[in-house]
Structures are given as structure tokens and as C-alpha cells.
């Protein structure tokens, strides 16, 4: 009797233990789903719960969202998350783009126009017919008046040559030598033929000569002064010719690669907007300067009725050729100190951050040099809402450490 009633309390047991092994197994599995999940809210991300409730700040009934177990790089994100912050994706395939880079420049005096007139001799400035920039003159204006004793020999020595031409024998001969010598003298000293020959009939040389100008243009310096004596070669003024000017733009130097010499490009200016002149890439300066890191680049535009001023800003727009690759919005691309990244969605609900080479950007769009697969699908709207996120959850940037 006693045995019959032992198996009958083992039975019992083994019975009990077999009931409660697969309650305490689904149990466990709920315990670990649970430790996988929290609850948060969708106008209040900073709310964390481990339990299903309502938000205590504004009383929304919290959302469930899944830890990211599967890699540091990805992110979950609930329906309603993606709803709220406006993410969407889009597949982006290689692409045909046109790009066109806007730059601002000066305009500046065009210095292969610039015409300098000199001291030909040694001597004083008695007089100057110009004496402030911005003066225009014309070709055979007077322009100075020198006394130069070097001059006034050569004058003198070509008079008495030609008053002895007339001479017989080696006297005339010698008179013609002198008079050739001190022709190519006086020429050489920046008179003309005109001049020169006015001496034939004068009664006297006088020891001042009256220079002219050779060229038209603005003066743009003087830098002689009456009643000083200057060496030869000094300068006396500077003329600018101003139906050309020089456009000079300052380049990023990242952007060096995509403008070459002989590039085409439009310039309107803050002055007159609706003047619109096409121009032509002429120098790249090959030397970049340290502290701003940029790069002159300059084009000479046409300036016939002298409408534009040395000083004036202008737009330039410098053409791209047609391109071949993979563009996206700029807003698609989070760009950090260390990595530009963007957002792809592996799946629904799952993005994962994806580091790319960028290249140029206009007009609202930034090419992908590499690092994309063109057929991923790309977050294009929603990227910072989602890099937010992301640093909210894991306290770091996505590309905390690396570098491109």
C-alpha cells in the first residue's frame, strides 16, 4: 500500500514538471524579447521605458522599438517614426548631369593693355600736361616737357650738320656722318621724324623738348612731379587701355580638377544685371594661396563701349561638361569633419550609414564619386531626422574615428 501510494506522488511530480518546462521556456523567450525592445515616444524621443505605457510629458501611448543588435552602423526605426520624419528613399541610377559652378569675381585693369611712357635721357621735368589718375589721353597729346642737356647736345649737333651739308670736299662729308649719328641720337631719345625736322628751319635749338604720347588710355598713376629730375628709363604715367578688362576669380582649390584653360563661362555683373557677356578660361595661376587655400583664375572680357569699371563685381558661371555618374540631393548627404555619409535602408525599417567620396555640388545636387552601389536604395529626405537619432541612441557619430 505504501508503494502504490509513492508511485502515485512520482507521477504527480513527473505530470507537474512536464506541465511547466514549456511555460517557463516561452516565459524566458518573452523575458529575452522583452530585453531586446523599449518603449518610447514619438513627440518625445528622450523618453526610454522598458514597459509598454503612456509618455509622462505628454501622454501619448508609447511605441515599441527594437535595440540594434545587428551591427554599430545600423539604426530601427518604427513606421511612425519614418512617417514623422518625413524619410523617404529613392533608387538612384547613373545619371547624365550638366553642372555649372558659380563663382565671384573683380574686374581688374587688363595689364597686357597697360602703356608706360618714360625718360628716354637723363633730365628735369618742367612741365606735365597730365597730373591725376582717371585723365584720358589721346595718342600725339603732349604729355611732358624735359630739359635734358643730353638732348640738347644731340639737337644741336644735328643742327650744325645740316647747315654744313652744303660743304665741299670732307667737310660735307663729315657733316653728313654727324647729321646720320645724330638723327638715329634724337630718335633714339624718343623724338620724332616730325620734330627732328623742324629743327632744319629753326634759327636756334632750344635745350626743352615737348614729349608725346604714343598711345590712348586712362592714366591709372603719375609718378613724376614738376621740377624733378629723373633717370633714364623712369616712368613718367601709366595709361590703361580699358576696352579690355581682366574678370579674376578666387577657386577653391578642391575645385581645381574641374576647370581647365580654354573653358567657357558667362559673367553678369551686380551693376547691370542684365548684361550678360560670354568669356573664355585664360590663366590659372599655379601658385595657391596658403592662408585662404584658393586659386585665381582669370578671363578677359570685352569692354568696347566702356560700360564696365576696373572694380565691379560679377557672377561668373563656369560651364561643366556632361558628366556621367550618380548625383543626389545635397540634403541626402551627411557631410562631418572626418567623412561625408549617407543613408541606405537595407530593408523596411532598417538604414544603414554608408561612407562616399563627394564631388562637385550645384544646383542643389552633389555627385557620388564612390563608395554607393547606384541600385540602393538612398534615404533622400529624412537623413539628418535620422543621423539625430542615431546619435541620440548611441551617443556618437556614425563615423566617429574614420576618415575618408
Wanted: some cysteine; overall charge neutral.
Amino acid at each position: 500500500m505504501e508503494s502504490f501510494k509513492k508511485n502515485i506522488l512520482l507521477f504527480l511530480i513527473f505530470t507537474v514538471l512536464l506541465s511547466c518546462t514549456p511555460k517557463n521556456k516561452e516565459a524566458h523567450g518573452e523575458h529575452q524579447a522583452e530585453k531586446n525592445v523599449y518603449y518610447t515616444c514619438s513627440m518625445d524621443p528622450q523618453v526610454k521605458e522598458d514597459k509598454p505605457g503612456k509618455c509622462p510629458i505628454c501622454r501619448m501611448v508609447l511605441i515599441p522599438i527594437k535595440n540594434n543588435d545587428e551591427g554599430t552602423d545600423e539604426i530601427s526605426l518604427s513606421d511612425q517614426q519614418i512617417k514623422l520624419g518625413n524619410i523617404t528613399t529613392q533608387t538612384i541610377g547613373e545619371t547624365q548631369n550638366r553642372l555649372e559652378e558659380s563663382y565671384s569675381g573683380v574686374l581688374t585693369i587688363n595689364q597686357e593693355k597697360i602703356k608706360i611712357i618714360s625718360a628716354r635721357a637723363m633730365g628735369r621735368i618742367e612741365k606735365l600736361y597730365f597730373k591725376a589718375t582717371g585723365e584720358y589721353v589721346k595718342q600725339q597729346q603732349p604729355v611732358y616737357v624735359m630739359y635734358s642737356e643730353d638732348i640738347a647736345i644731340a639737337k644741336q649737333d644735328y643742327f650744325v650738320a645740316y647747315k654744313q651739308l652744303s660743304m665741299p670736299g670732307d667737310y660735307g662729308k663729315n657733316a653728313k656722318r654727324m647729321f646720320e649719328a645724330s638723327k638715329q641720337k634724337l630718335l633714339f631719345y624718343g623724338l620724332s621724324n616730325a620734330q627732328i625736322e623742324t629743327f632744319k628751319s629753326s634759327h636756334e635749338v632750344s635745350p626743352y623738348t615737348t614729349f608725346y604720347s604714343t598711345s590712348s588710355g586712362y592714366v591709372t598713376d603719375v609718378t613724376a612731379t614738376e621740377g624733378s629730375y629723373v633717370m633714364e628709363g623712369s616712368s613718367i604715367i601709366k595709361l590703361a587701355d580699358l576696352n579690355s578688362l581682366w574678370l579674376e576669380v578666387q577657386v577653391n582649390v578642391n575645385y581645381l580638377k574641374s576647370i581647365n584653360i580654354g573653358q567657357k563661362a558667362t559673367a553678369s555683373f551686380v551693376d547691370y544685371r542684365n548684361t550678360i557677356i560670354n568669356a573664355t578660361v585664360s590663366f590659372i595661376n599655379p601658385e595657391v594661396n596658403r592662408d585662404s587655400r584658393l586659386l585665381l583664375i582669370r578671363m578677359e572680357i570685352p569692354n568696347p563701349n566702356l560700360l564696365l569699371k576696373p572694380g565691379m563685381q560679377a557672377i561668373v558661371k563656369i560651364a561643366q561638361p556632361n558628366s556621367k555618374g550618380l548625383f543626389l540631393p545635397v540634403d541626402a548627404v551627411i557631410r562631418e569633419e572626418n567623412a561625408s555619409y549617407v543613408w541606405v535602408e537595407k530593408r523596411h525599417g532598417i538604414f544603414e550609414n554608408v561612407m562616399v567620396e563627394t564631388g562637385t555640388d550645384n544646383n542643389g545636387m552633389i555627385e557620388i564619386k564612390s563608395g554607393l552601389d547606384s541600385s540602393k536604395k538612398v534615404v533622400i529626405t529624412g537623413a539628418y531626422a535620422i543621423n539625430s537619432e542615431y546619435k541620440f541612441r548611441n551617443g556618437s557619430d556614425p563615423m566617429q574615428g574614420m576618415k575618408m
